[in-house]
Nanobody
Framework: QVQLEESGGGLVQPGGSLRLSCAAS????????IGWFRQAPGKEREGVSC???????YYADDVKGRFTISRDNAKNTVSLQMNSLQPEDTAAYYC?????????????????????WGQGTQVTVSL
């Protein structure tokens, strides 16, 4: 059974950093594209970043230069390092398996083909 679990969220002040982790159980992440999306209350799901099985990375325009996605195949995890966090980054963050990563590159993308996301981890950026 494919299962992913997100962790690492929390409360941080504007300008701060968090590192989210996406851990897999029941399967090996290294052959999958893994995407991160976020959803704030009252807003649509928004694609944030994606890393393909070959290691190519893609980012939404509003997180480029601030967020970095990476994978550690030995630990069977994908991480999302988030720096220079802003209040507009406040949301629940989810990771899932993704069919096509390149769509995450650019302006707003609704991740309609993402699957197997977990319970999410809450990120709150506030004074």
């Amino acid at each position: 059974q494919v299962q992913l679990e997100e962790s690492g969220g929390g409360l941080v002040q504007p300008g701060g950093s968090l590192r989210l982790s996406c851990a897999a159980s029941g399967f090996s992440l290294d052959s999958y594209n893994i995407g991160w999306f976020r959803q704030a209350p009252g807003k649509e799901r928004e694609g944030v970043s994606c890393i393909s099985a070959d290691g190519s990375t893609y980012y939404a325009d509003d997180v480029k230069g601030r967020f970095t996605i990476s994978r550690d195949n030995a630990k069977n995890t994908v991480s999302l390092q988030m720096n220079s966090l802003q209040p507009e980054d406040t949301a629940a963050y989810y990771c899932g398996t993704e069919r096509i990563c390149r769509y995450y590159d650019g302006a707003f993308y609704y991740p309609g083909t993402i699957n197997s996301w977990g319970q999410g981890t809450q990120v709150t950026v506030s004074l």
